[in-house]
């Protein structure tokens, strides 16, 4: 179990499971150089969420970080299983995101468990892409650091045309119609073909472009996890998929997407951790 959390967690700040109903926390594993020395490892949960925000997180942005992690809002949010994702600037002004997972519901089917990871976002390179009229322009896009990712793709949005940048692991029958092709186009054609069928509508709306401009107007970059059918790999079961959506640096007409694969960590919370959780006991 430790050679799992430290495969799956090498890349975030901290991993920690609350449990709502009992207002606790306990953190599995963390970077030590973004924790504060002596910070506690488990207690009351709001009381940590309440800490973080004051110690830590930038003012303009305490409210909405405050909230987010709230037990009311993840409770009203989780109860419809999916992640709340969060996207912040701290106080030494780095950016990080942070993603709550429910893992079990109570017996009236409230989130009672969940797990909670955050990461640090920041550009992760400075690439040379050719954009629409062949000019190459310097393109900074923010990315969870260390994170494999599956594909990177830029969105020219005056165009409403997306291109693959780079092909990290996704299969070249995902890819093969992403070369110059209309947004609303390759949208349309991944949902009908990989995403999950009751996701579909959700999909659509979400990765709409007006939408994607309207949360990116007060967000530097805004995640969604999908559910994917088997055809996606080619396999035998469903996948996951993280979509991250982010502005370039002083280009309002271009939108950077990073796509990732995270069926590993899903099915981890979803089956794998429960079996290694009942042999540590809980403390308020």
């Known amino acids: 179990m430790n050679f799992l959390i430290h495969t799956l967690t090498e890349s975030y700040e901290v991993l920690l499971i609350a449990d709502l109903s009992r207002n606790s926390y306990r953190v599995l594993r963390h970077d030590p150089t973004s924790v504060r020395i002596g910070e506690a490892n488990e207690g009351i949960y709001t009381m940590r969420n309440d800490n973080f925000c004051n110690d830590y997180v930038s003012e303009e942005y305490q409210e909405l970080r405050r909230e987010m992690g709230s037990i009311e809002y993840l409770r009203r949010t989780l109860k419809h299983s999916k992640p709340v994702v969060c996207d912040y600037r701290l106080k030494n002004g780095q950016w990080r995101e942070s993603a709550f997972w ?3 519901e109570d017996k009236d089917g409230l989130p009672a468990k969940i797990m909670y990871y955050s990461q640090n976002i920041d550009p992760l ?30 969105i020219d949005i005056l ?7 780079e ?10 119609f992403m070369n110059h092709t209309p947004y609303d186009e390759a949208q349309e ?11 579909i509508e959700e999909f659509k709306a979400e990765t709409n472009l007006l939408n994607l401009r309207k949360q990116l107007q007060t967000r530097k970059a805004v995640s969604y996890f999908y559910r994917l059918r088997p055809e996606l790999r080619k396999g035998t079961s469903d996948s996951y998929g993280k979509f ?19 069926t590993d960590i899903v099915r981890w919370t979803q089956n794998g951790f429960h ?6 006991s809980w403390h308020e």
Do not use: W
């Not at 690439?127 to 969870?144: Q, T």
């Not at 165009?159 to 940048?165: A, G, N, P, V, W």
């Open 102 to 104: 429910l893992m079990t």
């Open 125 to 154: 390179s400075t690439s040379m892409i050719v954009s629409a009229n062949s000019v190459n322009r310097e393109l900074s896009f923010l990315a969870g650091l260390r994170e494999t990712y599956s594909s990177i793709c830029v």
């Open 159 to 165: 165009r409403d045309e997306i291109t693959l940048h």
């Open 167 to 176: 092909n990290i692991t996704l299969p070249e029958h995902v890819t093969d």
């Open 189 to 199: 054609f991944f949902a009908r073909h990989y995403v999950a069928e009751d996701q």
């Open 244 to 262: 991250s959506f982010c502005l370039p640096q002083q280009d309002d007409n271009t939108i950077i997407l990073a796509t990732k694969d995270i």
């Open 275 to 280: 079996h290694g959780e009942n042999q540590t």
